[in-house]
């Protein structure tokens, strides 16, 4: 099971870090995903990082701005939300692939996350 935490209000140009985790033994075998999805729209990727943590990928949208990370001993990830812009107004949603593949993907992704969501007020 997943469970994401962290979103709330906050006004642009500032920051939130956003928490995943994980229960069970295998969370340090997964890639671990985050998605967005706004009111509106299709779910969309936002950043990956595979088991190791030493491969990251980001969508253009949030690169230079987010930060996809993992504690494999908390069993734990993590997305560091900075300079947030109204357009990241979204519930945010992790998600883990076993297979090992770092990927944008959603169909890949086999578990997720009940989201939380991020408010970004202009």
């Known amino acids: 099971q997943l469970q994401a935490s962290g979103g709330g209000l906050v006004q642009a140009g500032g920051s939130l870090r956003l928490s995943c985790a994980a229960s069970?033994?295998?969370?340090?075998?997964?890639?671990i995903g985050w998605f967005r999805q706004a009111p509106g729209k299709e779910r969309e990727f936002a950043a990956v990082?595979?088991?190791?943590?030493?491969?990251?990928y980001y969508a253009d949208s949030v690169k230079g701005r987010f930060t996809i990370s993992r504690d494999n001993a908390k069993n734990t990830a993590y997305l560091q939300m900075n300079d947030l812009k109204p357009e990241d107004t979204a519930v945010y949603y992790c998600?883990?692939?076993?297979?090992?593949?770092?990927?944008?993907?959603?169909?890949?992704?086999?578990?997720w996350g009940q989201g939380t969501l991020v408010t970004v007020s202009s």
């Open positions: 998600a883990a692939d076993p297979s090992g593949r770092i990927t944008g993907v959603r169909a890949f992704y086999t578990y």
């Open positions: 069970g033994r295998t969370f340090s075998t997964l890639t």
């Open positions: 990082i595979r088991w190791s943590g030493i491969s990251t």
